[in-house]
């Protein structure tokens, strides 16, 4: 069964950057065809797609988030990782990493967690 796990600073200082990370276990992040996305959904809106990093190491990015975000991974430790950079109050969110196959509807999500951006 896979399961993604996110963790993070939780409360974020506006204009810092932080960085979440995703645990995967259950599979490798480098087996063929799947790709691990990062997903916020912030207060009153709809989920919102950041980025994702393909099972070889491409990424893509939201062109909303591509000026601040980037996506890495570490195989060694089944982790991908998010930086979002100069955040705001606007960028407190529930964010969440998930796997999709391909750019398909995602199979597996992670419980989510909620990161403040507050002075």
């Known amino acids: 069964q896979l399961q993604l796990q996110e963790s993070g600073p939780g409360l974020v200082k506006p204009s810092q950057t932080f960085s979440l990370t995703c645990t995967v276990s259950g599979d490798s992040i480098t087996t063929n065809s799947y790709v691990y996305h990062w997903i916020r959904q912030s207060p009153g809106k709809g989920l919102e797609w950041m980025g994702a990093i393909h099972y070889n190491g491409n990424t893509y990015y939201s062109p909303s988030f591509k000026s601040r975000t980037s996506i890495s991974r570490d195989t060694s430790r089944n982790q991908f990782i998010l930086q979002l950079s100069a955040v705001t109050p606007e960028d407190t969110a529930m964010y969440y990493c998930?796997?999709?196959?391909?750019?398909?509807?995602?199979?597996?999500w992670g419980q989510g967690t909620q990161v403040t951006v507050s002075s």
């Open positions: 998930a796997r999709g196959v391909g750019f398909s509807a995602c199979d597996y």
